[in-house]
């Protein structure tokens, strides 16, 4: 009778151990977590037809970006983000050694021109008495040669040429005067050239307003035509929203449709919008609201609205999610029908 191994059942063994400590893994494992509730219910549309947009805050006077047309050093930054600022209050001021200099050199070169000017008119003063007596003396010597008194011929024509030279000094001297005059008026062009751009080292408020956003540091170099601006500006004395509605459903738009913008993701927030206008150019879609089935392929149409003071506790930039009421696609598309 032959022999049976030992291990025989070893193998059947360890698949059952194997099987219960899958099991028991499993078992062990946390279920499935609780369905998480949202911080604040989601925005709904609170009209029964309405077109919906992705808005912006913005200042009413929508956002100025502050550059400069000078390169330079900057000096000295004046303004912190959150300050008002004045009219024509400074903002940045440039490093204006070089044009002072300029404006300095422009003021000495014109005073060298006036005093030329002025040594110019003396000159005529001058000429003019030298010609009034040159042609008196040919006018006696002509009388005395036409009464036959005794008087040269050659002494006449001598006091004549005196005369006419006297007439040319005195054409010269007028041209000197002219060129004199010309020059000052260069000089005073080059030397308001120098105080224009001696004012443009100083960055200033185009408008009263807020500064929103200041990029620029003393010390760095101001490039004229930079993607960044230096200073972000704009008058917060009444918020705009700025919406983007997809082409698709611009034609339902209207003036006098209600709208309502809710913070994103809360529902429970909202405020009245007025309608300002509508922008009358179309632009290819600049904000993404992530909503299942949005299109960005698509332009859009620009509406501003006006936002109340304090309505909402929004920032210059903010996105809002905004229901603007218009007519039921079903009915519009039937009353396009009935027209002629």
Known sequence: MARRSPFRFALPLLALAGFGFAAWSIASQPGTPPRAEPAAAPPRNPFPAAVAGLGEVEPVSETIAIGTDLAGLIAAVHVRPGEQAAAGAALISLDDRRLRAAVAEVEAALTVVRANRAEAEASLASAEAERRRATLDAERYRALVRGEVAASRQRLETAEAEARKAEANVALARARIAAAAAAATQ??????????????????????????????????????????????????????????????????????????????????????????????????????????????????????????????????????????????????????????
């Open 187 to 340: 000089a005073e062009a080059a030397l308001a050239r120098a105080r224009v751009d001696l004012d443009k080292t100083v960055l200033r408020a185009p408008i009263a307003g807020t500064v929103l956003r200041v990029t620029a540091r003393p010390g760095e170099y101001a490039q004229p035509g930079s993607a960044e601006p230096l200073i972000l500006f704009g008058d917060l004395s009444v918020l705009h929203v700025r919406v983007q509605v997809d082409e698709t459903d611009a034609p339902r738009l209207s003036a006098a449709g209600s709208s309502v913008a809710f913070l994103r993701g809360d529902g429970t927030r909202s405020a009245a919008l007025a309608f300002v206008r509508i922008e009358p150019l179309a632009r290819p879609k600049r904000f993404l609201s992530n909503a299942p089935g949005e299109r960005v392929d698509t332009r859009v149409v620009e509406a501003i609205y006006r936002l109340a003071p304090d309505a909402l506790p929004v920032q210059v930039g903010q996105m809002l999610d905004v229901f603007v009421e218009a007519e039921p696609r079903a009915a519009r598309q039937a009353l396009a029908r009935s027209s002629p």
